[in-house]
């Protein structure tokens, strides 16, 4: 007999709530849950319309089992009940396991002090308890979180920042996973403006090796708040936890429960190891489409959006063929990391009125990386006239002897074209410093190997160019205390202004 998927159940429910509501939601829920329990895949019935009430009374997620086509349905979603997510693969486990910090690492075969862990596929979720940093304006301390993809007792990958050492205190859960791919696809999610609260479209976790395809996100444009009010905001549309091997393919994302002042996100990755995303488009003018933490190598491919990021604690990023665009000029559309390690990678670029990096200074976290533009284009404009900014260096006042030295990244650029757009667009900077809040030396940044090929301008005076540098009211193009000996190498048809 070959396998049903629930298309007739969930056209049968289709038809018994036309309607929709609070009972077809219901109705999906049992279908669903049936599925789940059976180990099922589900398919729906193709190209339907389902208005659906999130249930004051049970608003928890809809679980889902392996694959999950919804067939080009789209979801009409009115939620007056509670902030909730409508689907969920995975959810969090705790089985505790003592490993020695010095195995967690690539290649270290680990069995946990009494062999609590076998030879099937695992995910070992780590975390520090030794406070990694605290964020300005809050009180809480960060802490770190790694995730490590564990075959035949081998570890496959390494952290973000080794935990040997004498001030990690890593604890560790683990979760037996499938090696085979979990599918999450043809989807239109529609939240209606009827909403009072936050409806996400999915939350993964703890999960290995799954595919989101072919999903179109519709959120009203709330517009920026008077004030005195607070919109709806918290967005976590597409919620990843603790997972690893996952893929988002032909993603459209128009707006987010966010504004300006009030964060909210179409995508948030939290603590994910190996993530490829390819064709995205994401707009919302007011707040980056992603927040992530804990993330350990990024691929974007093919994407129009306006923020990759991770606000804490990373390693290794590429993003190839991508347009950056900041549509509404805001200063809070950027390209963000603090906390960063390894290489970040922009290849065949276009930067339309962006920041390609903001090194943010709220973690007091500037740690040793490389930065590499390859063939990329700036469109220059008088908001957004670097590479790379951080507010403020700030005081030394981590307790982590990681975080101790300020590090500012290698910056090697090949092939870079520079469009100035307007006649007021007057000076460009590589790296750029906004406040004089620390004047210690300078860690790391050894290398500034600069390729411009290409400079256009409106105005009429040729545009200052500085390499890097402080530059407030005080400080003005202030150079940095390198630590290191500067390897550099200009090639450029305009002449350069600072350390260089």
Same mark, same amino acid.
């Given at each position: 007999?070959?396998?049903?998927?629930? #298309?007739?159940?969930?056209?049968?429910?289709?038809?018994?709530?036309?309607?929709?509501?609070?009972?077809?939601?219901?109705?999906?829920?049992?279908?669903?849950?049936?599925?789940?329990?059976?180990?099922?895949?589900?398919?729906?019935?193709?190209?339907?319309?389902?208005?659906? #009430?999130?249930?004051?009374?049970?608003?928890?997620?809809?679980?889902?089992?392996?694959?999950?086509?919804?067939?080009?349905?789209?979801?009409?979603?009115?939620?007056?009940?509670?902030?909730?997510? =409508? /689907? *969920?693969?995975?959810?969090?486990?705790?089985?505790?396991?003592?490993? %020695?910090?010095?195995?967690?690492?690539?290649?270290?075969?680990?069995?946990?002090?009494?062999?609590? $862990?076998?030879?099937?596929?695992?995910? =070992?979720?780590?975390?520090?308890?030794? !406070?990694?940093?605290?964020?300005?304006?809050?009180? &809480?301390?960060?802490?770190?979180?790694?995730?490590?993809?564990?075959?035949?007792?081998?570890?496959?990958?390494?952290?973000?920042?080794?935990?040997?050492?004498?001030?990690?205190?890593?604890?560790?859960?683990?979760?037996?996973?499938?090696?085979?791919?979990?599918? /999450?696809?043809?989807?239109?999610?529609?939240?209606?403006?009827?909403?009072?609260?936050?409806?996400? +479209?999915? *939350?993964?976790? %703890?999960?290995?090796?799954? +595919?989101?395809?072919?999903?179109?996100?519709?959120?009203?444009?709330?517009?920026?708040?008077?004030?005195?009010?607070?919109?709806?905001?918290?967005?976590?549309?597409?919620?990843?936890? &603790?997972?690893?091997?996952?893929?988002?393919?032909?993603?459209?994302?128009?707006?987010?429960?966010?504004?300006?002042?009030?964060?909210?996100?179409?995508?948030? $990755?939290?603590?994910?190891?190996?993530?490829?995303?390819?064709?995205?488009?994401?707009?919302?003018?007011?707040?980056?489409?992603?927040?992530?933490?804990?993330?350990?190598?990024?691929?974007?491919?093919?994407?129009?959006?306006?923020?990759?990021?991770?606000?804490?604690?990373?390693?290794?990023?590429?993003?190839?063929?991508?347009?950056?665009?900041?549509?509404?000029?805001?200063?809070?559309?950027?390209?963000?990391?603090?906390?960063?390690?390894?290489?970040?990678?922009?290849? &065949?670029?276009?930067?339309?009125?962006?920041? !390609? =990096? @903001?090194?943010?200074?709220?973690?007091?976290?500037? #740690?040793? /990386?490389?930065?590499?533009?390859?063939?990329?284009?700036?469109?220059?404009? *008088?908001?957004?006239?670097?590479?790379?900014?951080?507010?403020?260096?700030?005081?030394?006042?981590? #307790?982590? !002897?990681? =975080?101790?030295?300020?590090? +500012?990244?290698?910056?090697?650029?090949?092939?870079?074209?520079?469009?100035?757009?307007?006649?007021?667009?007057?000076?460009?900077?590589?790296?750029?410093?906004?406040?004089?809040?620390?004047?210690? *030396?300078?860690?790391?940044?050894?290398?500034?190997?600069?390729?411009?090929?290409?400079?256009?301008?409106?105005?009429?005076?040729?545009?200052?160019?500085?390499?890097?540098?402080?530059?407030?009211?005080?400080?003005?193009?202030?150079?940095?205390?390198?630590?290191? !000996?500067? @390897?550099?190498?200009?090639?450029?048809?305009?002449?350069?202004?600072?350390?260089?």
């Amino acid at each position: 007999m070959l396998p049903s998927y629930y #298309t007739n159940e969930i056209l049968n429910a289709i038809l018994l709530y036309p309607n929709g509501g609070v009972e077809l939601y219901n109705a999906l829920k049992s279908i669903h849950f049936m599925a789940y329990g059976n180990g099922d895949s589900v398919k729906y019935p193709q190209h339907k319309t389902l208005k659906i #009430t999130i249930n004051p009374n049970s608003p928890g997620p809809i679980p889902l089992s392996l694959n999950t086509d919804f067939n080009y349905c789209k979801f009409e979603v009115t939620n007056t009940a509670a902030e909730t997510t =409508l /689907f *969920s693969l995975g959810e969090a486990t705790n089985n505790s396991v003592s490993i %020695e910090k010095s195995q967690l690492r690539k290649n270290e075969k680990v069995y946990g002090s009494n062999h609590e $862990l076998n030879d099937k596929p695992k995910l =070992l979720i780590v975390e520090d308890n030794s !406070p990694w940093t605290v964020r300005t304006g809050y009180s &809480d301390p960060v802490k770190r979180r790694d995730i490590f993809f564990v075959v035949d007792n081998q570890i496959q990958n390494d952290p973000i920042a080794t935990y040997n050492n004498n001030y990690s205190l890593p604890t560790c859960n683990y979760v037996d996973v499938s090696t085979e791919q979990k599918t /999450f696809k043809n989807i239109v999610f529609e939240r209606t403006s009827d909403s009072t609260y936050v409806t996400n +479209l999915l *939350s993964v976790r %703890e999960q290995y090796n799954v +595919l989101i395809e072919s999903v179109s996100i519709l959120t009203p444009d709330q517009g920026e708040p008077a004030s005195g009010v607070t919109p709806i905001h918290n967005d976590k549309c597409i919620n990843i936890n &603790d997972s690893a091997k996952i893929e988002l393919r032909n993603i459209t994302i128009d707006y987010t429960y966010s504004s300006i002042n009030y964060y909210g996100y179409g995508i948030r $990755l939290l603590n994910v190891w190996d993530c490829k995303i390819s064709h995205l488009t994401a707009h919302n003018p007011r707040k980056g489409v992603m927040g992530n933490e804990n993330l350990n190598g990024l691929k974007v491919e093919d994407s129009v959006l306006n923020r990759v990021d991770v606000h804490c604690y990373g390693r290794d990023i590429i993003c190839a063929n991508c347009t950056f665009k900041n549509t509404s000029n805001n200063y809070h559309i950027y390209n963000r990391v603090s906390s960063f390690y390894g290489r970040l990678v922009f290849v &065949d670029c276009l930067f339309d009125e962006f920041l !390609p =990096l @903001r090194i943010d200074s709220e973690y007091n976290a500037f #740690t040793p /990386f490389d930065l590499i533009l390859d063939n990329c284009t700036l469109n220059v404009s *008088s908001s957004h006239k670097s590479i790379v900014n951080t507010p403020i260096l700030g005081p030394t006042n981590t #307790t982590r !002897p990681e =975080l101790a030295e300020k590090c +500012l990244p290698n910056i090697i650029i090949k092939n870079l074209k520079l469009h100035f757009l307007r006649q007021t667009d007057t000076e460009f900077y590589f790296l750029r410093i906004y406040e004089y809040g620390y004047s210690g *030396s300078i860690h790391y940044m050894n290398t500034f190997v600069v390729d411009v090929n290409e400079i256009t301008q409106a105005a009429i005076n040729p545009v200052t160019i500085y390499d890097f540098c402080y530059t407030d009211q005080v400080h003005v193009n202030t150079p940095l205390n390198l630590v290191e !000996p500067l @390897r550099q190498n200009i090639n450029m048809i305009r002449h350069i202004v600072g350390n260089s």
